[in-house]
């Protein structure tokens, strides 16, 4: 943990606060003088008054319910370890490594652009959430890659610094939107009143302007432009907690390469995800929020004698032939040895059509599809508006019931992703079931026990349980393969 850097962001936060909360008095008070004519005081006064309202408004509100507000802008979904297994077992590993006191909530967002990001002003109180693009691109590794930067930032309390900087620029936005569109509607009178009040008015007006204007755009640059130093800081939280550098700079490359990778995600949160989810992101620049993809690539796969922070900085001092120090000396005293650990295998990666298959079942899962899987092996995806309670499979013409999925959980489709994972015990991981085709045959899910009757006409390659979200391939020849 890099105690230097959580002091440094405590520090930064309550600067910013006061700097802003400076800023946006006196843009409120330059304001209120240009309205008030020749009543410059109590147009000052006024002004500083609802600009301070605003800020302690909004101060408030990043400090108390920020975190619901982005995850409602991100339509963020919570989800429970019985609609994904795999993702609480890494979070909650991960949680164990770091020493956090608690676990935070996960949620799913229905995106199909791989991505994660995480919330919350302290480690007992965070939230961690991930794409459904994610979910479907990423192995065992990867993902855990990947929640493991994402708890570091937790742990740095980056995300508390980016929380309460979001807010201020929100300030900033809120209060020169309004005197901008206050002064397109008043113009005229703007200008009476500036003949009246003499130069002095004038003089306000413009220097208000250039306020409103230019105000907004510093903050944005400041914003946006926020020290890329969190990122390789948090990689480096990654390659330690995990002892696997090479899982989140696998799922890095994957993210950088994946054909429509970048995301329709607020410009606002952009700062808070792993990667950029702009067009910009990935190559960084001036005012990037985020280090260049490819050098984060580099630095993690450079650490081949270890996986702690000390290994990290040469890595780091190598690849980027930098000479600023990233890390502390003295969060370094104490930085022991971290060996890097195997692999866990795992199956083969995903194509990216297998990979946007995926990611479509998790959105509409998301969503309250409701999901049918017919003996014969036909799909059935059906919208929540579905009103019937009886569904057709327009291959076999068997009639099903259209069971609406519990409240507050995913239905089948979601559980789908059991499937993929990879820290499946070896016994379950699969089992022969004989298969003869042309003939009426019954048989079980390997995993879950669910029975199964397939038809004469079936004639697919492979189905999914609609109770557990097992994928069952059906082999060449007399058997078939559960997994």
Known sequence: MFWSVIQANRRKTLLLIVLMGFFLILTGAVIGMSFAGGRLLEGGLAGAGIAALVWAALLLLSLYASDEVLLEVSRAREVSRETYPQLFNVVEEMVIAGSLPAVPRVYVVGDPAPNAF?????????????????????????????VAHELGHIMNRDVLYLTVAASMLGSLLLLSDFFLRMFKYSAIRFTARSRKAGPAAGVLILLSLLLAVLGPVLARIFYFSLSRRREY???????????????????????????????????????????????????????????????????????????????????????????????????????????????????????????????????????????????????????????????????????????????????????????????????????????????????????????????PSFGGSRLTCSSCGSIIRFAPGPRAITS
């Open 118 to 146: 995480a919330l919350g002003k302290s480690p007992e109180k965070s939230h961690l959430c991930v794409t459904a693009g994610l979910l479907a691109l990423c192995g065992r590794d990867e993902l855990q890659g990947v």
């Open 233 to 455: 800081l948090a990689d480096a939280t990654s390659a330690r907690l995990t002892r696997y550098p090479e899982g989140l700079a696998s799922a890095l490359e994957k993210i950088g390469s994946y054909p429509g990778a970048h995301s329709a995600a607020p410009a606002v949160t952009s700062p808070f995800y792993l990667v950029n989810p702009g067009r910009q992101g990935l190559a960084g620049g001036a005012f990037a929020t985020h280090p260049p993809l490819a050098s984060r690539i580099r630095v993690l796969r450079a650490m081949t004698q270890g996986a702690g922070y000390m290994e990290y900085l040469k890595a780091y001092l190598t690849a980027t032939h930098g000479r600023a120090t990233l890390i502390a000396r003295e969060d370094l005293r104490d930085a022991d040895r971290v060996e890097i650990r195997p692999p866990s295998g795992g199956a083969p990666a995903p194509s990216t059509s297998d990979v946007r298959r995926r990611a479509g079942e998790i959105i509409r899962a998301i969503n309250d599809f409701i999901f049918i899987t017919c003996p014969c092996g036909m799909k059935l995806k059906l919208p929540p508006e579905f009103a019937g309670k009886q569904v057709t499979c327009p291959r076999c013409k068997r009639e099903h019931e259209a069971k609406k999925p519990d409240a507050g959980s995913f239905s089948g489709a979601l559980r789908t992703q059991a499937a993929m994972d990879r820290d499946v015990p070896g016994p379950t991981r699969g089992q022969d079931v004989r298969y003869e085709p042309g003939k009426w045959q019954n048989f079980s899910c390997a995993r879950c026990g669910h029975p199964y009757e397939i038809s």
